[in-house]
């Protein structure tokens, strides 16, 4: 089955600076690519999505880019705010398929 | 505005006892799954289901089972609750789409087993 390997598991950042988390996947028919924000104590809520049909997609201040070849995707947050603290997970699927499968999660805490 | 409801919020039990917890949406989704998450291990797929009276197994099924007798409604059952169970378990569902989109996530249930 798929396996998805997420780095840093912690990331510190100073206010205003870029952060940037990295994911890998294992299963070369994989096209959708979701990443999901958890605040403390809160449910986890989706921010960004990918599918493999497109290298870069971008949100304001949120982008996700995709390498089909080397099997990984990266969330990149720029200027980033204290409200920007929180767990993201990346996940991957096949479309069509129910079983997404997660990342072990990066607790990003921004620094004032 | 449309939710994703699960009760308890929070369980303490004792190992051997039966446990369920449920879930209800209001979305008007038929997708509904069931999730654990374990700090470091992020979020594991338990069952899901596509409408009433469908089950499937995601990767970690041994020692639960699932009931959908309803669209909006969804329940986890741990018949004899062992102490590895000890998680944040969590509902979602999701439109119809062709297996991508969105998951809505309830706000989660606690359970710790002694």
């Known amino acids: 089955g798929e396996n998805v390997e997420q780095h840093p598991s912690t990331l510190s950042v100073q206010e205003g600076d870029s952060a940037v988390i990295k994911c890998t996947y294992s299963d070369s028919a994989s096209n959708y690519f979701p990443w999901y924000k958890q605040e403390l104590g809160k449910r986890p809520q989706l921010i960004i999505d990918?599918?493999?049909?497109?290298g870069e997609k971008k949100d304001q201040r949120i982008a996700v880019t995709l390498n089909k070849t080397a099997k990984h995707f990266s969330l990149h947050i720029t200027e980033t705010q204290p409200e920007d603290s929180a767990v993201y997970f990346c996940a991957a699927s096949i479309v069509g398929n129910e079983k997404l499968t997660f990342g072990t999660g990066t607790r990003l805490t921004i620094i004032p | 505005d449309a939710d994703v409801t699960q009760t308890p919020r929070n369980r303490i039990t004792k190992t051997g006892k039966r446990i369920m917890l449920e879930c209800s949406q209001t979305?008007?989704?038929?997708?509904m799954y069931w999730y654990r998450q374990d700090p470091g291990l992020g979020l594991r797929l338990i069952y899901y289901?596509?409408?009433?009276?469908?089950?499937n197994k995601g990767e970690i099924s041994d020692g639960y089972s699932v009931s959908r007798q309803a669209q909006a409604k969804f329940s986890l059952s741990l018949e004899s609750a062992i102490p590895n169970q000890t998680a944040l378990y969590f509902c979602?569902?999701?439109?119809?789409?062709?297996?991508?989109?969105?998951?809505?996530f309830g706000e989660g249930s606690r359970l710790t087993v002694l």
């Open positions: 979305k008007g989704h038929d997708r």
């Open positions: 289901s596509f409408d009433v009276k469908d089950i």
């Open positions: 979602a569902t999701r439109k119809s789409i062709g297996g991508a989109g969105e998951l809505f």
């Open positions: 990918i599918r493999s049909n497109v």
